[in-house]
Nanobody
Framework: VQLVESGGGSVQAGGSLRLSCAAS????????MGWFRQAPGKEREGVAA????????FYADSVKGRFTISRDNAKNTVYLQMNSLKSEDTAMYYC??????????????????WGQGTQVTVS
């Protein structure tokens, strides 16, 4: 299984970015897909997740109303639309996925597959 992120970059505060994560290397669908982020010196934290079954979405309080997670099952791709970006959103963003949705969506242990990360810098 491979997860490849794209769409990171540098943006001014108040701007927008859209992250993409393409999954490949498997035949069955990934039920759970999500985004985590890790800022220098901080723990990796859950940002958002989306479940395939009912399309349930989950967000960290810090990004609610600003970020939107979505997925295209036909393309095995998950997206994170980030609006009204703040300096505190600066971090490495990681895509995460798993075949089964178990555990808490914001827990790293709930996802068995990870991308390499894409840097988001807000100044």
């Amino acid at each position: 299984v491979q997860l490849v992120e794209s769409g990171g970059g540098s943006v001014q505060a108040g701007g927008s970015l859209r992250l993409s994560c393409a999954a490949s290397g498997y035949s069955n669908g990934m039920s759970c897909m999500g985004w985590f982020r890790q800022a220098p010196g901080k723990e990796r934290e859950g940002v958002a997740a989306i479940y395939a079954g009912g399309g349930s979405t989950f967000y960290a309080d810090s990004v609610k109303g600003r970020f939107t997670i979505s997925r295209d099952n036909a393309k095995n791709t998950v997206y994170l639309q980030m609006n009204s970006l703040k300096s505190e959103d600066t971090a490495m963003y990681y895509c995460a996925a798993d075949f089964w949705c178990t555990g808490n969506w914001y827990s790293r242990a709930s996802f068995g597959y990870w991308g390499q990360g894409t840097q988001v810098t807000v100044s």
